[in-house]
């Protein structure tokens, strides 16, 4: 889950910058401009699935250097039917192609705090661009209903159109979310292994997961990209994001070199990136690394973001392997929901 919630910073030279960020940390920007680059490693991921662990290690190793290193990487062979993925999109097609007043039927603003609903073009900006950020948004939360492991019945948080305005809608977002939130529980326990702990690690965790889906849409721009972007600078707040972008390229991903890098869009796969939480609890092992979405594709864009985190309940206590005497906690403790408040509410404000 994101908002734009960066502050630049002018540096003296045309268009070097600092960002700031919620999570406290501070970055700077070499040019707004981004680059094609090869850092953002493709990892095949098929070996999830097999019975043998060497084979489940070796994915994880990749995940471990990846997550290390950049923050960033394409996971391919994941094992989802692009149909799901293909019916998403379909929907999202449907549903921002609606009358304005229908989509704010279900106006985000009706559930403070929480990201849920529809948020409208140009709703989030920043002070630094003369235009609010080019995309719209509907965002569901995670839904008993539709996860095959549920231990609970509570009600889900999110909000909905009557069935009649648009048959199929709920059950086609809900049929991909349900995919990703299977493979979303395996590579939990990748990530375990990859921070060299036991795959179950996390497995009290992730019951009752936090799992939003987003979809989105970006027309195309045609403000320079100082004074418009379609999602500002930000990093995600939850444990691990994965994307599903169309076959337009528009994100982008900040190196520790300072340069914005293309995520170009490869078709068939997730881009997977580290979130706050999973920072905080590796001790900043994982690296939550800063991105933002510029539509210049000359294309209308959509992208379908899923925000995987842990039980709002449990504590976000540091990984063992992360804390040693010689490197101590770098974050006060509390809770994953108390954590996805202050943030939500915080990007919701726009206060950040
Ligand atoms: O549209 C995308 O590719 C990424 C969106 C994103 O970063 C977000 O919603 O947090
Ligand atoms: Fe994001």
Redesign the pocket.
């Known amino acids: 889950m994101?908002a734009s919630t960066t502050q630049l910073e002018d540096q003296g030279t045309p268009q070097a910058s600092t960002i700031r960020l919620p999570n406290g940390k501070i970055h700077n920007v070499k040019s707004n401009i981004s680059i094609e680059a090869d850092e953002i490693p493709v990892i095949d991921v098929s070996g999830i699935y097999s019975e043998d662990i060497e084979d489940r290690k070796a994915v994880a190793e990749k995940v471990r250097e990846a997550s290390h290193r950049i923050g960033f990487f394409y996971a391919i062979n994941h094992g989802i039917d692009p149909k799901y993925a293909d019916g998403a999109f379909e929907q999202a097609k449907r549903f921002f192609a609606l009358p304005l007043e229908k989509k704010l039927e279900v106006d985000t603003a009706r559930v403070p705090g929480e990201f849920v609903g529809y948020h409208a073009m140009e709703l989030y900006s920043s002070k630094e661009r003369k235009q609010g950020d080019l995309s719209e948004a509907f965002n569901l939360a995670y839904d008993a209903n539709y996860d095959p492991e549920a231990i609970t019945d509570d009600p889900s948080l999110s909000i909905w159109l009557p069935e009649s305005d648009l048959p199929g809608f709920k059950d086609g977002l809900y049929a991909y979310h349900t995919e990703i939130l299977k493979f979303a529980r395996k590579m939990t326990r990748i990530f375990a292994l990859a921070l060299h702990l036991p795959e179950e690690f996390f497995a009290d965790y992730i019951k009752r997961p936090e799992a939003g889906m987003r979809i989105l849409h970006y027309p195309q721009q045609e403000y320079s990209v100082d004074d418009q972007n379609g999602?500002g600078a930000?990093t995600?707040f939850e444990c691990f994001?994965m994307v599903t972008q169309d076959e337009s390229s528009g994100l982008e991903v900040l190196s520790k070199s300072g340069d914005w890098i293309k995520a170009k869009p490869i078709p068939g796969s997730f881009v997977i990136?580290i979130g706050d939480c999973l920072m905080r609890q590796t001790n900043d092992f994982f690296v939550s690394t800063v991105?933002r979405v510029i539509n210049m594709s000359g294309n209308e864009r959509y992208s379908i973001?899923f925000f995987y985190g842990f039980d709002r309940k449990k504590i976000l206590e540091p990984v063992p392997t992360c804390v040693s005497e010689d490197n101590p906690m770098k974050y006060p403790l509390m809770t994953s929901g108390e954590y996805y408040k202050w943030r939500a509410s915080k990007a919701k404000d726009g206060e950040l």
């Open positions: 994101s999602i930000h995600d994001t990136n991105h973001p």
